[in-house]
């Protein structure tokens, strides 16, 4: 089962509509609803848009994704998208981090070795971002 709790949000509306989002778009990814998944969103300031972490315990699978609180909702909803993105790749085992190397279906790339935006699993995030967003808005 699948759990999604919202930190540091100013307001029960901003709270819901962050979880209602995930949800959503944790569904759209084809993430199991049946897969035993914490979710952790933490509203923070920081110096990006987002982040996601993960715990890679087989029996405790938690995603932590922070999001910089100084953006707007509609804004704070895209890097959310994102960010579950990255959650679905975490979860799926596409994307893997151990040692200061990231691990993406099997290739291996060092750290000191990429642009963060040239990367697939950045590329895949940034072009189905936009596309979750819009969904979730209609």
């Given at each position: ?62 995603i932590t ?74």
């Amino acid at each position: 089962m699948i759990f999604v709790d919202v930190k540091g949000a100013n307001s029960t509306r901003l709270k819901n509509k962050l979880i209602s989002a995930a949800y959503f778009y944790l569904k759209e990814l084809k993430v199991n609803s049946r897969t035993n998944l914490d979710v952790v969103i933490r509203l923070s300031s920081m110096g990006v848009d987002g982040y996601c972490d993960y715990n890679y315990d087989d029996s405790d699978k938690e995603i932590t994704i922070e999001l910089n609180k100084n953006q707007s909702h509609n804004e704070l909803l895209l890097a959310l998208a994102h960010e579950m993105v990255h959650a679905k790749q975490y979860v799926k085992k596409e994307l893997r981090t151990i040692n200061g190397l990231n691990y993406w279906k099997g290739a291996t790339f060092s750290q000191t070795k990429f642009v963060d935006n040239m990367v697939p699993w950045e590329q895949e995030a940034y072009c189905r971002e936009r596309e979750l967003f819009n969904s979730y808005a209609k």
